[in-house]
Structures are given as structure tokens and as C-alpha cells.
């Protein structure tokens, strides 16, 4: 979602903000800008893309030593040029471009913030009262003109006595036109880091570690309500109660490299091709199911929390998730209950919080994440924790997020950076390690015999090879894309394991091609969906060659009855011909458990190329971001 880049240096720091936000495009935006201190505050903002913006520093000669960047998603107020960050404040009874009858006076504070004031309205009206003018619907100006209404020489006094303030979730980066060399920044809710400069003579500030990827590998996580104050060759920080606080430097390499594309259209292909590797990466090591795989484990190495213990003790898996992971983890529920005979229950992160519910105590809380700092599940699970289910794993694909500070155990997928939009290699190495998880604790409850996992991991093993077989497909996907791309509608079908890879399947359509999916289990078909079955609605049906193969047979001639056209990807021995009505594309082989690793792939193309033939913008999808770090 939006990105905040900052930095207080020795150096023209122009050309690093810009560069930061450029990598941080993959979360998703509207509009971006740049503020710099050079004799002033001065700024540029647009509704384009980050290579607009920086055709206006060049043409406007923008230059500094101190600076901040973002670039925002909206939601307070349209995607628009008066909306865009930094936002700036130029003190009481002052039109912001100094307009008619007042006098003009150059900004005082300028801001970027990601996250969401709950109290804004209430600020905004006070504000008003003392006469401050606002310019913008956002909610971060509520904060640019509450800093400045507090300012008194020293911004760092500022920014902490104003966020003692607010309400929500926040990460805002803050600069003074009265201190040339210093940015102050603080998070609560919305992620935020420090970057040490390697020289000794600067520092910055960032929401993803990916935005200094090249700059510095020396990156500071701030925690929950931290204020930090930095300069060119220092910085301090303060806890949530403004004590002085030490929090540790560590080194994070990320990969600049994984942004290019290489012989790829578009990054959603590249990271689809990517999933036979990122499976490889994600299994690398595993030479045999057991709880360790997921102990908490130290800066130092050391275990932090025994997952063996906590598998014994516990009695059912909770798992928390929001969009794609929520399907991952609704997978994950056939094979903890199938395999592991555990109860488990799925709940979308953004419902759980809000609902009463019953907790357990003997509760394996199981947190999904790609970024690890998606809030709505980082909410639910400080919520569950909150009703004493203490008892908690993340499966994740950064090692260095919330998420996995805040939980106990963890399962570190290796999927690489995730720049496209639409989640596709996250998705499969979450289904990876989810299934690991469910043989590691059929094996902790005595529920796993020594055939039985040595027949899974050898399964596991072959994924990268049947995966490639997949791939392989894609030219009869293109075929089915070129009739989907003129439809507006479509019906996704799967039976029992399945029926979440078709609930993915629609959701990755939907995203990137913009045509209205469902998706439903095959069995419902005639309890509603049968009525929106025409010859304009194409149905799309994951037919393994499993238990439910001959129901699900059923349902298809419940479609070709009403005249709608099937598009079925069939395991072979199914007997599923091709006909009038009917197109098939034969998988390579059946998988068994393992099955919707590679079923979601051919509807991850099919997604990916009717998303091409239509024109969308497939890595980029309107009103979506990536890193979703608001509520």
C-alpha cells in the first residue's frame, strides 16, 4: 500500500527518494510525491506514476540534504494532486498557496503518513477553530497542522506530543523548515524502519526494507508506538512512552534484483514461472517431518519457543488470514482435519476481531501473511492472543516482519519479493509450508506413520518437476484466455479440497481482468448459481481424478443441460472428453493431496493472459494495492 521513504544526509538525497519509491511501486498507489528542505520546504506531487514525478524534480532542479517521499493509496479523499503527500502546514490563518487576502508564508512542517486517523474529524475541527486552513480531504494533514500547531524549536518534542493525539494506524515521517538536518519519524499500527548509513554520515527512514535495497542493509525495526529523531550521523528513539529506547541493528539484503523482469511481460508472469523454484527455496533443508520446522528461532540463532511442546498441547488449529492467504488457509483446513485429525476453523482476519466468539486456550492460533504487516490479521491475532490463546505460528514470506516478532513459532516460506499485485508464488509456498505443517503435527499426535511420510515428502520433493509440466500448458490457456477476454462474467467450480483453489482462481480474474467471478462449490450449483448458467457465462471446473470425481461429473451435465460452456482442467483417467460445449485441458499427472498446487497454476495463467488480451493494467489492477497496511 503506500510507501514512505526519508532521509537526512551529507549528500543530494533526491535521486535515493525517488529510486526508494520506484521499489516500492509493487504495493500499489494512485499518486506519489517528494518534499525536500533546500532554503525551505519545498515540493512535487502527481496522480502519475513515479517516473512523472521524476521528470518534475529534474525539470525543477529539486536538490537536498534532508527529504521525504511517499506514495499514497487513496483513502481519505480522491486519488488528486491536492491529496497526494507530503502534505504541508503553514501555521494559522494561512491559505496553504497563500491565496487572496492572506498573506503568503512559506510551509512550516511537511509530512507523509501511512495508515489511517480514527479521530480526524475531531482534530480537523479543533484545528479549524485555531484557524489553521486545510487544502485537502486527508487525514494526514489533520497531522502536518497538529505538528506545527505544537511546534516550539524542536520537532522532535513535536511529533511526540502530537501522537499522543491520535487515533489508528500510523507511520509518518516529519521535517521542519526550521531544522534543515533532521527528520523525525514514529509508527503505530503501520510499519515503519531506519536505515543506518553505511558512511556514519546518514540515515533513513522507510516502510519497506526494499526501498534501501542498494543504499543500506543496516535496517533498525521500530516497534509499536516508537518515536525516532534522525540526523545525518545520528539518531535516538524513544518507546511508546517516550522512554529512551535500544533496539537492534541487523543486516537485511534486500534483492534490488528481483524487481527486473527479465524476459517477462509482466512481474504476475514472471513470479508464476517463478513457483517451480520458490517451492524448491521454500523446501530446502526439509530432510524430514518434524515440529522443529517451525521453532521460534532468535537473532542469535537460538530456539526461542519449542514447537514440539506446543504441538503436544494443543487440541484445534485457529487460522487467520485475509484474501489470497484466507483461501491458503482454507485448504490447509482438508489437510490438518484429513491428515492431522485436528479441528481446525478458518476466519477472515478482518470479521474475527469484530464478532464474539469462544476461545480456547489449548488454540494453535496460525497467522497466513505474505508482507507479515497486513494489520487486519495482525489484529486478529493480538485479539486472540487478547482472549488467552497464546498459542501462535505464522506461515510467512518475511522474516523480518511483524508477524513473525509477534508470534511465537514460525514457517518461513521463501517465495522471493512478490512485486506483482495479484498474489501467485506467496500463494503456493503458503500451501507448502501449511501442508508441512499439517504432517508435523499428525507426527507430534502420533498420527503420521514412517510409510506415510516418507510417500509425502518424496510427493513434496517432486513438486518443482510437476510444476514445470504445468507450466508447460500455457499455450492452451492462451487459447481459453482469447474467449474469456470477451466475456464479462464467469463461474468457477471445485469439490471439497478444490473448492478453494476455485474461490483463487476467481478471485485472480476478477483482479486482473475485471470480469465479474464466483466461485462455488460444484455440489450448490442447483441451490442458485444454475440460474446464472447461459452460453454467456463460461464455467470453469478443477476436476482431479479424486473421491468426488463422479458427483462432480453430475454437476457438469447440470451446466451443458442449461447451454453453458465448460472449461474443465482434468486430471487424466477421468474420462472428460473434449466436445460441443465442453473444453479440456489434460494436467500432467494427479497429485493427490498435494493436487491444488497445481491446479491453482493454469488459473493463474488464465487470469494473467485474458488479463493481457483485455489491456488491464495486469500488475497494477485499479483500486488494489499490495501491502494492504490499513484497517
Given at each position: 500500500?503506500?510507501?514512505?521513504?526519508?532521509?537526512?544526509?551529507?549528500?543530494?538525497i533526491?535521486p535515493?527518494?525517488?529510486?526508494?519509491?520506484?521499489?516500492?511501486?509493487?504495493?500499489?498507489?494512485?499518486?506519489?510525491?517528494?518534499?525536500i528542505h533546500?532554503s525551505?520546504?519545498?515540493?512535487?506531487?502527481?496522480?502519475?506514476?513515479?517516473?512523472?514525478?521524476?521528470?518534475?524534480?529534474?525539470?525543477e532542479h529539486?536538490?537536498?540534504?534532508?527529504?521525504?517521499?511517499?506514495?499514497?493509496?487513496?483513502?481519505?479523499?480522491?486519488?488528486?494532486?491536492?491529496?497526494?503527500?507530503?502534505?504541508f502546514?503553514?501555521?494559522?490563518?494561512?491559505?496553504?498557496q497563500?491565496?487572496?487576502?492572506?498573506?503568503?508564508?512559506p510551509?512550516?512542517?511537511?509530512?507523509?503518513?501511512?495508515?489511517?486517523?480514527?479521530?480526524?474529524d475531531?482534530?480537523?475541527?479543533?484545528?479549524?477553530?485555531?484557524g489553521?486552513?486545510?487544502?485537502?480531504?486527508?487525514?494526514?494533514?489533520?497531522?502536518?497542522?497538529?505538528?506545527?500547531s505544537?511546534?516550539?524549536?524542536d520537532?522532535?518534542?513535536?511529533?511526540?506530543?502530537?501522537?499522543?493525539q491520535?487515533?489508528?494506524?500510523?507511520?509518518?515521517?516529519?521535517?521542519?523548515?526550521d531544522?534543515?538536518?533532521?527528520?523525525?519519524?514514529?509508527?503505530?499500527?503501520?510499519?515503519?524502519?531506519?536505515?543506518?548509513?553505511?558512511?556514519?554520515?546518514?540515515?533513513f527512514?522507510?516502510?519497506?526494507?526494499?526501498?534501501?535495497a542498494?543504499?543500506?542493509?543496516?535496517?533498525?525495526y521500530?516497534?509499536?508506538?516508537d518515536?525516532?529523531?534522525?540526523?545525518?550521523?545520528?539518531?535516538?528513539?524513544?518507546?511508546?512512552a517516550h522512554?529512551?529506547?535500544?533496539r537492534?541493528?541487523?543486516?537485511?539484503?534486500a534483492?534490488?534484483g528481483?524487481?527486473?523482469?527479465?524476459?517477462?511481460?509482466?512481474?504476475?508472469?514472471?513470479?508464476?514461472?517463478?513457483?517451480?523454484?520458490?517451492?524448491?527455496?521454500?523446501?530446502?533443508g526439509?530432510?524430514g517431518?518434524?515440529p522443529?520446522?517451525f521453532?521460534?528461532?532468535?537473532?542469535?540463532?537460538?530456539?526461542?519457543?519449542?514447537?514440539?511442546?506446543?504441538?503436544?498441547?494443543?487440541?484445534?488449529?485457529?487460522?487467520?488470514?485475509?484474501?489470497?492467504?484466507?483461501?491458503?488457509?482454507?485448504?490447509?483446513?482438508?489437510?490438518?482435519?484429513?491428515?492431522?485429525?485436528?479441528?481446525?476453523?478458518?476466519e477472515?482476519?478482518s470479521?474475527?476481531?469484530?464478532?464474539?466468539?469462544?476461545?480456547?486456550p489449548?488454540?494453535?492460533?496460525?497467522?497466513?501473511?505474505?508482507s507479515?504487516e497486513t494489520?487486519?490479521?495482525?489484529?486478529?491475532?493480538?485479539?486472540?492472543?487478547?482472549?488467552?490463546m497464546?498459542?501462535?505460528?505464522?506461515i510467512?514470506?518475511?522474516?523480518?516482519?511483524?508477524?513473525?516478532r509477534?508470534?511465537?513459532l514460525?514457517?518461513?516460506?521463501?517465495?522471493?519479493?512478490?512485486?506483482?499485485?495479484?498474489?501467485?508464488?506467496?500463494f503456493?509456498?503458503?500451501?507448502?509450508?501449511?501442508?508441512?505443517?499439517a504432517?508435523?503435527?499428525?507426527?507430534?499426535?502420533?498420527r503420521?506413520?514412517?510409510?506415510?511420510?516418507?510417500?509425502?515428502?518424496?510427493?513434496?520433493?517432486?513438486?518443482?518437476?510437476?510444476?514445470?509440466?504445468?507450466?508447460?500448458?500455457?499455450?492452451?490457456?492462451?487459447?481459453w484466455?482469447?474467449?474469456?477476454?470477451?466475456?464479462?462474467?464467469?463461474?468457477f467450480?471445485?469439490?471439497?479440497?478444490?473448492?478453494?483453489i476455485?474461490?483463487?482462481?476467481?478471485l485472480k480474474?476478477?483482479?486482473?481482468?475485471y470480469i465479474?467471478?464466483?466461485?462455488?462449490?460444484?455440489?450448490?450449483?442447483?441451490?442458485?448459481?444454475?440460474?446464472?448458467?447461459?452460453?454467456?457465462?463460461?464455467?470453469?471446473?478443477?476436476?482431479?481424478?479424486?473421491?468426488?470425481l463422479?458427483k462432480?461429473k453430475?454437476?457438469?451435465?447440470?451446466?451443458r443441460?442449461r447451454?453453458?460452456v465448460?472449461?474443465?482442467?482434468?486430471d487424466?483417467h477421468?474420462?472428460?472428453?473434449?466436445s460441443?460445449?465442453?473444453?479440456?485441458?489434460?494436467?500432467?499427472?494427479?497429485?493427490?493431496?498435494?493436487?491444488?498446487?497445481?491446479?491453482v497454476?493454469?488459473?493463474?495463467?488464465?487470469?494473467?493472459?485474458?488479463?493481457?488480451?483485455?489491456?488491464?493494467?495486469?500488475?497494477?489492477?485499479?483500486?488494489l494495492a499490495k501491502?494492504?497496511?490499513?484497517e
Amino acid at each position: 500500500m503506500c510507501g514512505i521513504v526519508g532521509a537526512a544526509s551529507h549528500r543530494n538525497i533526491v535521486p535515493i527518494l525517488v529510486q526508494g519509491l520506484q521499489r516500492l511501486e509493487y504495493r500499489g498507489y494512485d499518486s506519489c510525491g517528494v518534499a525536500i528542505h533546500d532554503s525551505g520546504l519545498t515540493r512535487a506531487r502527481t496522480t502519475s506514476r513515479v517516473a512523472e514525478l521524476l521528470a518534475q524534480v529534474h525539470e525543477e532542479h529539486l536538490e537536498g540534504l534532508t527529504g521525504i517521499a511517499h506514495t499514497r493509496w487513496a483513502t481519505h479523499g480522491a486519488p488528486a494532486v491536492h491529496n497526494a503527500h507530503p502534505h504541508f502546514s503553514h501555521g494559522p490563518g494561512v491559505a496553504p498557496q497563500g491565496g487572496a487576502g492572506t498573506p503568503a508564508r512559506p510551509p512550516r512542517v511537511a509530512l507523509v503518513h501511512n495508515g489511517i486517523i480514527e479521530n480526524h474529524d475531531e482534530l480537523r475541527a479543533k484545528l479549524e477553530a485555531r484557524g489553521y486552513v486545510f487544502a485537502s480531504q486527508t487525514d494526514t494533514e489533520v497531522i502536518a497542522h497538529l505538528v506545527d500547531s505544537l511546534y516550539d524549536g524542536d520537532l522532535f518534542e513535536a511529533v511526540k506530543a502530537a501522537v499522543r493525539q491520535l487515533q489508528g494506524a500510523y507511520a509518518i515521517a516529519v521535517m521542519s523548515r526550521d531544522e534543515p538536518q533532521r527528520v523525525v519519524g514514529a509508527r503505530a499500527g503501520s510499519p515503519l524502519i531506519l536505515g543506518v548509513g553505511a558512511d556514519g554520515r546518514e540515515n533513513f527512514l522507510a516502510s519497506d526494507a526494499m526501498a534501501l535495497a542498494g543504499v543500506t542493509d543496516q535496517i533498525v525495526y521500530l516497534e509499536e508506538g516508537d518515536v525516532v529523531d534522525l540526523q545525518p550521523g545520528k539518531y535516538w528513539i524513544v518507546d511508546h512512552a517516550h522512554k529512551p529506547a535500544s533496539r537492534p541493528v541487523r543486516t537485511v539484503r534486500a534483492h534490488s534484483g528481483a524487481a527486473e523482469l527479465g524476459p517477462y511481460r509482466h512481474y504476475m508472469q514472471k513470479e508464476i514461472f517463478e513457483q517451480p523454484r520458490a517451492i524448491a527455496d521454500t523446501l530446502e533443508g526439509v530432510l524430514g517431518v518434524a515440529p522443529e520446522l517451525f521453532d521460534g528461532v532468535g537473532e542469535d540463532g537460538a530456539t526461542t519457543a519449542s514447537a514440539h511442546r506446543v504441538f503436544k498441547e494443543i487440541d484445534r488449529v485457529l487460522i487467520l488470514a485475509c484474501g489470497t492467504s484466507y483461501y491458503s488457509g482454507c485448504t490447509a483446513k482438508y489437510w490438518l482435519e484429513g491428515i492431522a485429525k485436528i479441528p481446525t476453523q478458518v476466519e477472515i482476519a478482518s470479521e474475527y476481531r469484530y464478532r464474539d466468539s469462544v476461545p480456547d486456550p489449548r488454540t494453535l492460533v496460525v497467522t497466513i501473511t505474505q508482507s507479515g504487516e497486513t494489520a487486519d490479521t495482525l489484529a486478529a491475532l493480538r485479539h486472540a492472543v487478547g482472549l488467552g490463546m497464546t498459542q501462535t505460528l505464522t506461515i510467512c514470506n518475511v522474516a523480518t516482519s511483524a508477524m513473525v516478532r509477534e508470534c511465537k513459532l514460525a514457517y518461513i516460506t521463501r517465495a522471493g519479493v512478490e512485486i506483482g499485485v495479484a498474489s501467485t508464488k506467496a500463494f503456493t509456498t503458503q500451501l507448502a509450508g501449511l501442508f508441512l505443517l499439517a504432517l508435523a503435527l499428525a507426527q507430534a499426535k502420533g498420527r503420521l506413520s514412517d510409510t506415510d511420510e516418507a510417500r509425502y515428502l518424496a510427493e513434496m520433493r517432486h513438486l518443482p518437476v510437476a510444476l514445470q509440466s504445468v507450466l508447460a500448458l500455457e499455450p492452451q490457456i492462451i487459447g481459453w484466455s482469447e474467449q474469456f477476454a470477451q466475456k464479462e462474467n464467469a463461474l468457477f467450480l471445485g469439490r471439497g479440497l478444490h473448492y478453494p483453489i476455485a474461490l483463487e482462481g476467481a478471485l485472480k480474474l476478477k483482479e486482473v481482468t475485471y470480469i465479474h467471478a464466483e466461485a462455488y462449490a460444484a455440489g450448490e450449483l442447483k441451490h442458485g448459481p444454475l440460474a446464472l448458467v447461459t452460453s454467456e457465462m463460461p464455467v470453469v471446473t478443477v476436476a482431479p481424478n479424486d473421491a468426488l470425481l463422479e458427483k462432480l461429473k453430475s454437476n457438469l451435465q447440470e451446466v451443458r443441460a442449461r447451454g453453458g460452456v465448460l472449461y474443465v482442467l482434468a486430471d487424466d483417467h477421468t474420462r472428460i472428453e473434449s466436445s460441443e460445449g465442453l473444453h479440456v485441458i489434460r494436467m500432467p499427472e494427479h497429485y493427490g493431496a498435494l493436487s491444488p498446487l497445481l491446479h491453482v497454476v493454469p488459473l493463474q495463467l488464465l487470469a494473467y493472459h485474458t488479463a493481457c488480451a483485455r489491456g488491464t493494467d495486469v500488475d497494477k489492477p485499479r483500486n488494489l494495492a499490495k501491502s494492504v497496511t490499513v484497517e
